[in-house]
């Protein structure tokens, strides 16, 4: 690529980023770099050895990062949240104590959708409206088979 070559502490200013964000472009090859100089000198920092046509590509890359640190950030923020606000959430280890199961099985339920309820946050979630349905079920359940053997 032949064109007008810069600085690192230029493309940095370009960017609006430091100047050592603009390594990680070169080191993931987004960036693209001239030879060093040809009399072998190691003035590699005064160097004018990157292609201005090659910050638009990383102009992209940087914001793509950025968003996906965001979403790494949102993530970790839920992580052990409800899902939301608008219910009163019970997590596997209150429904299972609830309704007589092992937390083991009562995730097993929810991931083969025997049992309503989402996964978020990095756990299984049930709302407490559905967990008092099961446990009523199991319940009424439990008694008629309690009847039908003493008959």
Known sequence: MAGVRITYREAARRLSVGEATVRAPLRHVVLEQTP??????????????????????????????????A??????????????LAH?????????????????????????EQMPGTFHGG????RREHAEVIVA???????????QDDH
């Open 137 to 147: 079920a199991r319940a009424f359940t439990q008694r008629a088979d309690e009847r």
């Open 123 to 126: 756990r299984y979630w049930v």
């Open 71 to 84: 979403e790494r950030e949102r993530r970790r923020q839920q992580h052990g949240n409800p899902p939301d």
């Open 36 to 69: 060093p100089p040809a009399d072998g000198s190691r003035r590699v920092k005064a160097h004018a050895s990157i292609y201005v046509e090659s910050l638009d590509p990383v102009r992209a890359w940087l914001l793509e990062r950025e968003a996906e640190s």
């Open 88 to 112: 009163v959430w019970l997590d596997t280890t209150t429904v299972a104590a609830m309704a007589g199961l092992t937390v083991k099985w009562a995730q097993w339920m929810i991931r083969e």
